[in-house]
């Protein structure tokens, strides 16, 4: 099986690190033009010249109108809607309205914002593909994490409702469960989890691994790979899935180790 993405055009957003960076890299390989934003311009200086950078807030629909009005130009096949905040870790009672809302505007809104920009072009040309990047949050419940939770099943709702709008245009919607992916927003969760809960780090971090199955961590690489089939023409029929990467997560929030149960 030989992937190739030659010709193809493709919109990361939040293409500066982590799974975003690992996608435009994973993309720019197999030869698709990729198009990518971010709020930090040090993280995007570091990807390829040839890969058209823009410095956006997602959360705001003028900026994604701007920066879209011009990748639109010459036409998009993939929609990558990777952008996203942890959120607050606290009691829902200890959330503000502040942290609350700019959760959900990063996390959902900013999805409902690159998909209007491209959904029109794609019914014209009867073909496109939006990628939504999910959570375990999105299909599990997750304490003190309540904005990211409701935000990320919001993007549940919406990958299974597009796929179903749209699939008569021949407009292919999935959604990914990244699970534990290693790298520094992890590290800040855990890091956040661990002072919430009085806990050490290390013991957060092996709290998430027996959360699934294989107890496992997973590498942003992994989701590009994932992401990259599900673009190409091996996946020119796989469409409303809600796909997990990540070992199979049982749940977000192990109370305890297993020896201490």
Same mark, same amino acid.
């Given at each position: 099986?030989?992937?190739?993405?030659?010709?193809?055009?493709?919109?990361?957003?939040?293409?500066?690190?982590?799974?975003?960076?690992?996608?435009?890299?994973?993309?720019?390989?197999?030869?698709?033009?990729?198009?990518?934003?971010?709020?930090?311009?040090?993280?995007?200086?570091?990807?390829?010249?040839?890969?058209?950078?823009?410095?956006?807030?997602?959360?705001?629909?003028?900026?994604?109108?701007?920066?879209?009005?011009?990748?639109?130009?010459?036409?998009?096949?993939?929609?990558?809607?990777?952008?996203?905040?942890?959120?607050?870790?606290?009691?829902?009672?200890?959330?503000?309205?502040?942290?609350?809302?700019?959760?959900?505007?990063?996390?959902?809104?900013?999805?409902?914002?690159?998909?209007?920009?491209?959904?029109?072009?794609?019914?014209?040309?009867?073909?496109?593909?939006?990628?939504?990047?999910?959570?375990?949050?999105?299909?599990?419940?997750?304490?003190?994490?309540?904005?990211?939770?409701? !935000?990320?099943? !919001?993007?549940?709702?919406?990958?299974?409702?597009?796929?179903?709008?749209?699939?008569?245009?021949?407009?292919?919607?999935?959604?990914?469960?990244?699970?534990?992916?290693?790298?520094?927003?992890?590290?800040?969760?855990?890091?956040?989890?661990?002072?919430?809960?009085?806990?050490?780090?290390?013991?957060?971090?092996?709290?998430?691994?027996?959360?699934?199955?294989?107890?496992?961590?997973?590498?942003?690489?992994?989701?590009?790979?994932?992401?990259?089939?599900?673009?190409?023409?091996?996946?020119?029929?796989?469409?409303?899935?809600?796909?997990?990467?990540?070992?199979?997560?049982?749940?977000?929030?192990?109370?305890?180790?297993?020896?201490?149960?």
């Amino acid at each position: 099986m030989k992937v190739s993405l030659e010709g193809k055009r493709a919109f990361v957003s939040a293409g500066g690190a982590g799974m975003g960076r690992a996608t435009c890299l994973a993309m720019h390989k197999l030869g698709a033009k990729v198009y990518t934003c971010d709020i930090n311009e040090e993280v995007l200086d570091t990807l390829p010249d040839d890969i058209t950078k823009y410095i956006c807030d997602v959360s705001d629909p003028d900026e994604v109108d701007r920066i879209m009005s011009e990748v639109m130009t010459d036409g998009l096949d993939f929609l990558v809607n990777n952008a996203g905040i942890a959120g607050p870790t606290a009691p829902i009672e200890d959330v503000t309205v502040d942290q609350w809302r700019q959760t959900m505007a990063v996390c959902i809104d900013s999805q409902f914002f690159f998909t209007k920009n491209v959904v029109p072009h794609f019914k014209e040309k009867k073909q496109g593909t939006i990628i939504n990047l999910v959570s375990a949050a999105g299909i599990l419940g997750f304490p003190n994490r309540s904005p990211y939770v409701a !935000a990320k099943w !919001a993007v549940t709702g919406l990958v299974k409702t597009l796929a179903m709008e749209l699939g008569p245009d021949n407009i292919r919607v999935n959604g990914i469960v990244p699970g534990n992916v290693n790298g520094e927003r992890m590290d800040n969760v855990i890091s956040a989890h661990a002072k919430g809960e009085g806990l050490s780090e290390d013991y957060v971090r092996d709290l998430y691994a027996i959360g699934t199955s294989m107890q496992c961590y997973v590498d942003p690489e992994e989701i590009a790979d994932l992401i990259v089939f599900l673009c190409s023409d091996y996946g020119k029929h796989i469409s409303g899935q809600i796909i997990g990467v990540d070992g199979n997560t049982e749940t977000l929030f192990p109370r305890m180790m297993e020896e201490e149960q």
